[in-house]
Nanobody, 117 residues
Framework: QLQASGGGLVQAGGSLNLSCTAS?????MAWYRQAPGKQRELVAG???????NYADSVKGRFTISRDIPKYTMNLQMNSLKPEDTGVYYC????????????????WGQGTLVTVSS
């Protein structure tokens, strides 16, 4: 259902763009991440009606967007910090809450983001 791409290794202060492509239209799409030894957390979410939601830790640095006709979602990550390191997962669901921290039913494979200091 969901195919993620775009992770990699970058130095602190650098940028990466993550992409997620769905096989069909999904109401809520979001990025979650899991750092080593930590629980999975919401990074950013976006509904197909334009609602957006960001974790406080990424506000002003990350931008989430969607190309609805193409069923894609992007996460532009700027000014990356070592604490942004983790596996990033694309998530999709039918409800607004799925972009607010309660994951939806569909997960893409994780993509690793490593930010070196």
């Amino acid at each position: 259902q969901l195919q993620a791409s775009g992770g990699g290794l970058v130095q602190a202060g650098g940028s990466l763009n993550l992409s997620c492509t769905a096989s069909r239209s999904i109401f809520s799409m979001a990025w979650y991440r899991q750092a080593p030894g930590k629980q999975r957390e919401l990074v950013a979410g976006l509904s197909n009606r334009g609602h957006t939601n960001y974790a406080d830790s990424v506000k002003g640095r990350f931008t989430i967007s969607r190309d609805i006709p193409k069923y894609t979602m992007n996460l532009q990550m700027n000014s990356l910090k070592p604490e942004d390191t983790g596996v990033y997962y694309c998530n999709g669901g039918l409800f607004l809450r799925n972009m607010q921290g309660i994951p939806g039913d569909w997960w893409g494979q994780g993509t690793l983001v490593t930010v070196s200091s």
